[in-house]
């Protein structure tokens, strides 16, 4: 629990974070906060997508899986906007201290999760084609 409260710390208190280590040259910075950007707009289209499969997409003939893809969109958007700025505040932190940057699994797991979506979107296309 005190491990969380610290992460939510960094996200949310500037000095929390420039309390540690030295400032690194700030075009590093601006570098990591291009990519949380980039992360928050990959965010946002998942989250449009999954708004856009629950209002628009007509029924499929499979039994709500409209609404479920719908879901996995906006949850999968939802964790990537979180994710994003833990990476983005452990980055910071690991600069700070000139140590080596985070690794993370999170992007080879994003690009599975849209790969497998997109498998399985096409199979509903084909599908819904031939029995249309």
């Keep these: ?53 629950a209002q628009f997409l007509p029924q499929l003939s499979v039994a709500h899986l409209r609404e479920g893809l719908a879901v996995a969109l906006l949850l999968l958007g939802g964790t990537v906007a979180l994710r994003a700025v833990d990476h983005w505040a452990r980055t910071e932190r690991a600069m700070r201290l000139g140590v080596d940057l985070p690794a993370s699994h999170f992007p080879a797991i994003l690009a599975i999760c849209v790969g497998t979506g997109a498998a399985v979107l096409t199979v509903v296309v084909i599908v819904e084609a031939a029995s249309g």
């Design 1 to 53: 629990m005190i491990r969380v409260w610290r992460a939510l710390r960094q996200w949310f208190d500037p000095r929390e974070l420039r309390r540690v280590g030295t400032a690194p040259d700030y075009r590093f910075s601006l570098a990591n906060e291009r990519t949380f950007l980039a992360w928050i707009r990959t965010a946002l289209a998942l989250v449009a997508g999954g708004l856009a499969t």
